[in-house]
């Protein structure tokens, strides 16, 4: 529950903000009732399943109550602006901010506009992530995956070809993340990483260009994601965490634990 997780922060010491639990969650109340639920409001997030038409149903109908000022704004993952929000009346104030999960302890959040959202949407939703804590990078046109699972989904396809082609082992290459790029990615991007890893990203295109594109090259198809790989991978994974409930949230509760420990770090070294 909302109010267990809470105190367990409090406890660890990684609770935001300057209230306390519970004066924090004082201010969390349930309602039913939509018009009742956003009544006043000046920032609206959705968080429904990922579901198109549960998630247009719901902004024609805050479309019909809201007024002129108020921002309205959804968690969806990968469902894009233009799909949720065209023909609203109030398409201006419509936005995507796609926060990461946990989001508690993963800071980014993706803005991402529709086509004729206002420019003053996308920076009041930019400074308010701001202000309570996230990390906000704001996307100058939608596109399909936004740019997180666009990375995501080239890490994921190159690891899944190397595994089919027998390369390496599926935990092996998980080891390869976790224990190698990961650790780095933690704290800098790829671009950045260039840019270390030379006497700046002109060096290092100077001098890593073509090989960077002989490796490119070699890159096969999208993977299928079926067959054969998915049950070489699925009995690795099933090896190390079985699939069984209790087995799959002990290993997720570490995940956050590691998460709780790197956020920290992270805080106390932007603090140096």
């Not at 993963?106 to 701001?130: C, F, G, N, Q, W």
């Not at 704001?138 to 699972?149: D, H, P, Q, T």
Request: one cysteine or more.
């Amino acid at each position: 529950s909302v109010s267990k997780q809470m105190k367990e922060m409090e406890k660890s010491g990684v609770l935001k903000g300057a209230l306390s639990a519970e004066q924090q969650l004082a201010l969390i109340s349930v309602c039913t009732d939509l018009k009742a639920a956003v009544e006043g409001a000046t920032f609206i997030q959705e968080c429904t399943p990922e579901n198109l038409e549960l998630k247009k149903k719901i902004f024609g109908q805050l479309d019909l109550i809201v007024g002129d000022s108020v921002i309205l704004s959804s968690s969806t993952s990968c469902l894009l602006p233009s799909k949720l929000f065209t023909g609203l009346k109030h398409v201006k104030q419509c936005i995507v901010s796609h926060p990461v999960n946990p989001p508690y302890f993963v800071p980014l959040v993706e803005i991402v506009p529709h086509p004729e959202t206002d420019p003053s949407t996308t920076e009041r939703t930019y400074a308010l992530m701001k202000k309570i804590g996230q990390s906000p990078v704001k996307l100058n046109r939608e596109i399909e995956g936004f740019v997180l699972n666009r990375l995501q989904y080239a890490v994921i396809s190159e690891a899944w070809r190397l595994v089919g082609e027998g390369v390496i082992s599926p935990t092996d290459l998980d080891l390869v993340m976790s224990d190698g790029l990961g650790m780095r990615y933690a704290f800098i991007g790829p671009l950045e990483t260039m840019h270390l890893n030379a006497e700046g990203v002109s060096s290092y295109c100077e001098r890593y260009a073509e090989g960077m594109k002989l490796v490119l090259n070699t890159f096969g198809p999208v993977p299928e994601f079926s067959g054969e790989t998915v049950q070489k991978v699925n009995q690795a994974l099933s090896e190390k965490i079985p699939v069984v409930p209790k087995v799959l949230d002990a290993r997720r509760k570490w995940r956050d634990e590691c998460l709780t420990g790197l956020a920290k770090l992270k805080t106390q070294m932007k603090s140096d």
